[in-house]
């Protein structure tokens, strides 16, 4: 299976994220919880609620981080009886992009971890610069999201590559 | 910092061409654990060798051949070595030159008392 991306330039390092972690579910959001690219996932709805929900704990768990230490949590990481979640922030060019990834007895949380610090480094490389800053939820965030899933689900094309706003990714 | 494994992985260091010895969790690839010469990142080689170990168990539990007792991993510059014992994993890595068969008792010796 493939990982499906909104923008071009998620695709190679999200790819080789999931092949080299055997990971089950994956998905690359912005922390307003718009989604740059996913992998596991058959239905928009799903990604729709792991996305809001992703964006919420780690804006949660960094806010909870100050609280505590002075500083946001950098990672997450819940076990559950069967699946483990692991969160975590990447920074790029383009803004911060949060992992939400979901695994099994396939892999493991060291594993996960030594394969998303490669994720973050080829996503700083290859993110395209940002020219312009604008907030994190405009005016037309519902339709970014809702052509984002569109792009992600194969009911849309993906829009030519250029620059974007840093907070916002265009999709 | 001395903790209930720092004699147990200094046991296993103190041979010769040993590089570093690590105690990582089997299931979860984490270091409990480590003494490396600088350059080794620990971390990395512990969770790869932890999956690994796992993984060689599973197969020869699979295959009906019980459990695991020592697996090594002979490599173009140096060893990696790997035993096992209740969700912990004792791995050493070593230069091509070290005595494989000392490592391997004092690891089997180590694993006892874990």
Request: hydrophobic share 50%.
């Amino acid at each position: 299976m493939r990982a499906r991306v909104a923008e071009a330039w998620v695709e190679a390092p999200l790819q080789r994220f999931v092949d080299d972690a055997r990971v089950q579910f994956a998905l690359l959001l912005h922390p307003s919880g718009q989604v740059l690219g996913q992998f596991g996932f058959t239905r928009a709805v799903d990604v729709m609620a792991a996305c809001a929900l992703g964006a919420a704990i780690h804006a949660s768990a960094g806010e909870l981080g100050k609280e505590l230490d002075g500083h946001p949590f950098r990672e997450l990481y819940h076990a559950g009886r069967d699946r483990q979640v692991f969160i975590a922030e990447a920074p790029t060019a383009r803004g911060a992009l949060v992992l939400l990834t979901a695994f099994d007895a396939e892999s493991s949380l060291g594993l996960v971890q030594v394969y998303f610090r490669e994720l973050r480094d080829a996503l700083q490389q290859a993110a395209p610069p940002a020219v312009e800053s604008g907030p994190a939820l405009d005016g037309n965030f519902e339709s970014d999201l809702n052509r984002s899933l569109a792009v992600l689900f194969g009911r849309a094309q993906q829009p030519a590559a250029g620059p974007a706003k840093s907070s916002s990714p265009s999709a | 910092m001395s903790t209930p494994y720092t004699d147990v992985l200094s046991a296993v260091t103190r041979q010769r061409g040993v590089l570093g010895c690590l105690l990582v969790s089997e299931a979860d690839g984490i270091i409990v654990e480590a003494n490396v010469q600088v350059g080794i990142e620990a971390g990395v080689a512990g969770a790869l060798v932890a999956s690994l170990y796992r993984r060689a168990r599973l197969g020869t539990d699979a295959a009906g051949l019980a459990t695991v007792g020592f697996l090594q991993l002979e490599a173009e510059q140096g060893h990696v070595c790997a035993v096992g014992r209740d969700g912990l994993v004792l791995a050493t890595l070593a230069e091509p030159k070290a005595h494989i068969g000392l490592i391997r008792s004092a690891m089997l010796r180590a694993l006892e008392v874990l």
